[in-house]
């Protein structure tokens, strides 16, 4: 269902999903403080009660969409948190180039003072990220992944992505190629957990965009 701008995938007393559109900050930054999908959240559960709260459990990259999730009690969101390395959590990128049919990547990451995340076999300094994917179909000079991300660090896919040399489409800050396209290629379609209070499996899954669907046609 949709809210003004929100597209509510699931919600009970204690959590919301919300598919996030590409274009849109997850929480502010220093120079946008009500364009993001948290103050549309915010003002989402603020207009069901005036007393309602909400927290942020994990974030995507302004130019990445798909699957977040909000916790209703600071609680919710601290028992969310501290088993978010169990979450199965996949993305649907469109690269540039045709990788292997399947592999794994696993480097350590560090951030530059520009913001700039590169990978390195600094251990010390460095967060281990890993990454899996599955080559889906190829069109041309571009291919569908599906990547299972194994760890949830800053950047993790477009990075590794680009260390194999096939960036994502879009992708502006870790592709070495210029293209017109209008997004990032990169979207969080799957989720699956355990419900933090009453330990239901809950599985979500979102279709791949039609905007994907024009490259690859």
Do not use: C
Request: net charge positive.
């Amino acid at each position: 269902m949709k809210t003004n701008k929100l597209k509510i995938i699931y919600e009970d007393k204690y959590l919301l999903v919300i598919d996030k559109k590409e274009h849109l900050l997850t929480i502010s930054n220093e120079k946008e403080s009500e364009n993001t999908l948290f103050h549309q959240v915010y003002l989402y559960i603020k207009r069901k009660n005036k007393n309602n709260k909400i927290f942020i459990v994990h974030r995507l990259d302004f130019d990445t969409s798909g699957l977040v999730v909000f916790a209703k009690s600071n609680e919710v969101k601290e028992i969310m948190q501290a088993n978010w390395s169990k979450v199965i959590r996949k993305y649907m990128a469109i690269v540039k180039g045709v990788p292997d049919k399947s592999g794994r990547i696993e480097s350590y990451l560090k951030e530059t003072k520009t913001n700039l995340v590169y990978s390195t076999n600094d251990k010390k300094n460095g967060k281990l990220a890993i990454t899996e994917y599955k080559l889906i179909l190829t069109k041309g000079n571009y291919s569908l992944l599906d990547i299972n991300i194994k760890t949830g660090r800053k950047n993790q896919i477009r990075v590794h992505m680009h260390d194999l040399k096939t960036p994502i489409l879009g992708d502006k800050k870790y592709s070495d190629f210029k293209d017109k396209a209008k997004r990032m290629y990169l979207h969080a379609y799957y989720l699956e957990f355990n419900h933090p209070i009453t330990n239901e499996r809950l599985k979500f899954e979102l279709d791949i965009p039609n905007d994907f669907l024009k490259v690859l046609n």
